[in-house]
């Protein structure tokens, strides 16, 4: 295999002409260029990695980690951060923490030792505080999507819940729904008291009371929101309308619903949020109406603003914000 001196020999230039070649960069006259890149095709040469590494004083890797790889409500947001890395040239190690705290920090620890340009980390669990913060202090240039430390000086990817679960609550009761309840998701993630707390403002707003069973407190998963649904059912409890802080808790609030014999709109609207529906629900379930969460987009901004961060050395951290769109469905009118 030819190497870079062989290849600048026989086209008669120098080795930084050939590396700007390499590199993609300026200072090479066209017809240089064209001269260099024909001995390079000829010659099948091959960059070496590491060697390009030191010289750009790069990796041209990005380390991701999040919670779950296999976890379908994430596919989007990878989708839009590969992508995103593949057309600036830029390799994505992504790695599953599990939930587990011990491994994410670990896999951090990899990241920082010169082997990533940067970091992206995915979360907004208040168990994770500990690895943002830990990313903050090990690796300059770092991204949290959704991660929410308002303390630290870090870029951040950030979707607007708050204002998500406004837009919800306020289109049912446009819709002429008062009795609208709300089950909340995991109460141990920001995003969750976001999302409560922009149903609280718009019932606020409205001027519409909450009573005792206007807020219950479920979890990210469809069982929960069932059985506290059913609990209400069973004494007599009929709300018209249910904002529910996730999807799939939504779809046990639907069946709870259905199973009591209440139809849907008529009897209960409900509105869920993330847009993350499996198609076998909208085979058993009316299309359920959401607040889309714009995750490829998200991760795309993701990566262009850990990239910005690579340029410029010592600016100041940016927060991008994205809307959660409401999709309305067969669950609302």
Do not use: W
Not at 252 to 270: K, N, Q, W
């Amino acid at each position: 295999m030819a190497t870079i001196s062989q290849i600048a020999k026989e086209a008669g230039v120098s080795r930084t002409l050939v590396s700007r070649v390499l590199n993609n960069k300026p200072g090479v006259s066209p017809e240089n260029r064209q001269k260099i890149l024909e001995i390079i095709e000829k010659n099948h040469y091959v960059p070496n990695g590491l060697a390009r590494a030191l010289v750009l004083q790069r990796t041209m890797t990005i380390g991701v980690v999040m919670d779950d790889l296999c976890n379908d409500f994430f596919f989007d947001l990878i989708a839009g951060l590969q992508n995103a890395g593949e057309e600036h040239g830029y390799n994505i190690l992504f790695c599953s923490g599990r939930k587990d705290i011990d491994t994410k920090m670990k896999y951090v620890d990899y990241f920082s030792q010169g082997r990533t340009d940067g970091i992206i980390a995915y979360g907004s669990n208040h168990a994770d505080e500990e690895l943002f913060r830990s990313i903050a202090a090990k690796s300059v240039n770092c991204v949290l999507i959704e991660g929410n430390l308002d303390d630290c000086k870090v870029d951040k990817i950030r979707l607007d819940n708050f204002h998500g679960a406004y837009v919800a609550t306020e289109h049912l009761i446009k819709q002429g729904y008062h009795n609208i309840i709300h089950i909340t998701n995991d109460m141990n993630y920001d995003v969750s008291l976001e999302r409560l707390n922009g149903f609280v403002q718009a019932m606020h707003d409205y001027r519409i009371p909450l009573g005792p069973d206007s807020i219950v407190y479920g979890d990210c998963y469809e069982e929960a929101a069932y059985q506290q649904m059913k609990k209400l059912f069973a004494v007599g409890k009929k709300p018209d309308a249910c904002f529910v802080g996730a999807d799939k808790p939504a779809f046990g609030v639907l069946r709870a619903a259905i199973e009591t014999g209440l139809s849907i709109p008529g009897d209960l609207a409900v509105i869920g949020f993330d847009d993350d529906t499996p198609e076998s629900r909208d085979i058993v379930f009316p299309g359920l109406s959401t607040m889309r969460q714009p995750l490829y987009e998200m991760g795309r901004a993701g990566v262009e603003l850990l990239l910005d961060a690579i340029e410029q050395p010592g600016r100041e951290p940016k927060t991008q914000t994205f809307e959660a769109e409401l999709v309305l469905r067969d669950t609302c009118r």
